[in-house]
């Protein structure tokens, strides 16, 4: 590797690493702002300690192993983050309650330009967009944090085991030994298996689906539906599964949609919308960031993140959208 110290300014050399930096901080704490947090820190000890630094190896892994332990302090001692489904069973629309829990209960969502590289080989940016999708951030998060750390820079990123032995100071054995553990995980989950990037058939789905909800056309939006379809909305607890108790919930409690705009953006490697409601006060206002899943021609799940004061802001988002 030779992307060691050289006499162009470390801040400048320091900053060429913030996005894929965090896009890793990401995968290992599963919020994009404690990541952003994780990675401020790395740079700060970075320019602290780059005077004895000395080229003594590639600044690259310097960065990732302050990152690395950056990360693996802030989850000692603390429960994972986790969507929804990973805390408990589905509810109906009957039996469906208001219980919230606190943010840090939750995986975020992340735009894709804080944790994406804009440019590089297809391929490998292809993998590192379906490493940021929620369904395989929820399974990282079930790892030991240094399986967690094995998996993400062996599979992910590409590193030799060995390169990893020296980030983590183990055996290049030990290193083996977690991926083996951390691939056992990842096989038993079919929700963290890579899919298909999105084709013109799901693009066009998508729009159809963006055309029938601010419709309010819920037959028409059902019927894109898979039959198993997920709807969760952290920071609520509950969630709901399969396609008529979306739909009962879309004509009764989510009732207040009605007459909702979408907006597009990027999140977790694929489309998403910023979703507006009607306001009392004439116009619309932030109501939720609609992540959707996609696979086999039919849309499988939604996360509603409603948190919109903080997420909107973090999508460069305007603060609400005036009457048309």
């Given amino acids: ?18 996005t894929e930096l965090t896009g890793y901080c990401y995968r290992m704490l599963g919020s994009v702002f ?3 947090d994780a990675v401020q820190e790395t740079m700060v000890r970075a320019w602290r300690g780059h005077r004895g630094f000395e080229g003594r190896a590639a600044l690259r892994s310097w960065l990732y192993r302050i990152a ?26 009957a039996t469906a309650s208001e219980t919230q829990l606190p943010e840090a209960t939750w995986i975020g969502p992340a ?66 030994s977690a991926l083996q553990r951390a691939r056992g995980v990842l096989a038993g989950d079919a929700a963290a298996r890579p899919a298909p990037d999105l084709d013109d058939d799901h693009r066009a789905l998508l729009d159809r689906y963006v055309r029938a909800f601010e419709a309010y056309d819920m037959d028409g ?3 894109l539906l898979h039959e198993d379809v997920t709807l969760n909305m952290p920071p609520f607890a509950m969630w709901l599964c399969g396609r008529e108790e979306i739909r009962a919930w879309m004509l009764g409690p989510g009732h207040g949609c009605r007459g909702s705009r979408l907006l597009p953006v990027t999140a977790n490697g694929g489309p998403a ?45 305007p603060p609400r959208l005036e009457a048309e």
Avoid at 1 to 17: G, H, K, N
Avoid at 68 to 93: E, H, I, K, Q
Avoid at 122 to 136: C, G, I, T, W, Y
């Fill in 1 to 18: 590797m030779a992307d060691v110290i050289t006499e162009e300014p470390v801040e400048l050399q320091l900053e060429r690493y913030r």
């Fill in 34 to 36: 404690e990541a952003e």
């Fill in 68 to 93: 690395t332990n950056v990360c693996l302090d802030a989850l000692n001692g603390r429960r994972n983050r986790a969507r929804p489904m990973d805390l408990a069973g589905p509810v109906t629309v």
């Fill in 111 to 176: 735009p894709d330009g804080r944790v994406l590289p804009e440019t590089g080989d297809p391929a490998d940016v292809a993998a590192q967009r379906e490493s940021v999708k929620l369904a395989f951030v929820a399974v990282l998060q079930r790892l030991a944090p240094r399986q967690r750390a094995v998996l993400i820079l062996r599979e992910v990123l590409g590193w030799k085991a060995a390169e990893v032995a020296e980030l983590l100071g183990v055996t290049v054995a030990s290193v083996n």
């Fill in 221 to 223: 939006l059902a019927a």
């Fill in 273 to 317: 919308f910023a979703q507006y409601r009607p306001s009392p006060a004439g116009g619309h206002e932030p109501w939720a960031l609609i992540v959707p899943e996609v696979s086999a021609g039919r849309i499988t799940g939604f996360t509603n993140f409603l948190d919109t004061d903080v997420l909107f802001p973090l999508f460069g988002l």
